[in-house]
Structure formats: C-alpha cells, structure tokens
Nanobody, 126 residues
Framework: QVQPVESGGGSVQAGGSLRLSCVAS????????MGWFRQAPGKEREGVAG???????SYVDSVKGRFIISQDNTKNTVYLQMNSLKPEDTAMYYC????????????????????WGQGTQVTVSS
C-alpha cells in the first residue's frame, strides 16, 4: 500500500502562488499514477492533476495553465505548483495513488484515487 503525506498548504491572496508537496512511501503496485484531488466544504471531491511513472500528465480544465504537477523519483515526492490562485481554489488538497487507464482526458486523469493522505488546507482570499 501507499502512504502519501501532503504539506505546503496555507493562506494566500488571489493571484498568489503555493507549492504543495507529497511524499509517498510504500509499495505502489499497479497504482502507476500519483495525483492531486481537492474538496471544498459543501462540494464533492474533485480531481486536480495526475502524473504517471512514465511522466504522462493530466489536468482538469479549471487548473490548466495555472497549476503544474511534477515529481522527483529520487525523493518519492510529487509536487503541485499552484499559480494565479483564485478563491474557488480554496479546498483541502489530497495526494493520492491510483491506477491509470487509457482515456481521452489522459492516462492519469484524476478520477478514482485508491490511497490518499490526510490533506493540506489551501485558502485563497480576495
């Protein structure tokens, strides 16, 4: 199993930036994707971005051009650089491991997490 631990959340004003980090330990098995999900109060959990062990990257439309997902395999770490933050980005952000699949949206499009961490809060004010 995979045990992700997120960090880097905080409070920023609209237009600001944050970088989230996720350190993932344990055996990933068939979970060849790592990604970010988020959930705001009163809303359903939604995917944000995903990256495969082979480097394939997928983003949901709402963050394209603003967020960048990356990984450092030597540190077992996945990052989410968030730029041009908007109040609607306010949420608890979770890192998760999951199984990728061929789809039009992308191999690691974040839709079905298997293992996730405790989350890190991101608050954007304006």
């Amino acid at each position: 199993q995979v045990q992700p631990v997120e960090s880097g959340g905080g409070s920023v004003q609209a237009g600001g930036s944050l970088r989230l980090s996720c350190v993932a330990s344990g055996y990933r098995g068939s979970n060849d994707c790592m990604g970010w999900f988020r959930q705001a109060p009163g809303k359903e959990r939604e995917g944000v971005a995903g990256i495969s062990t082979r480097g394939s990257i997928s983003y949901v439309d709402s963050v394209k051009g603003r967020f960048i997902i990356s990984q450092d395999n030597t540190k077992n770490t996945v990052y989410l650089q968030m730029n041009s933050l908007k109040p609607e980005d306010t949420a608890m952000y979770y890192c998760a491991a999951y199984v990728g699949r061929l789809r039009g949206a992308g191999y690691c499009y974040p839709s079905s997490p298997n293992y996730w961490g405790q989350g890190t809060q991101v608050t954007v004010s304006s």
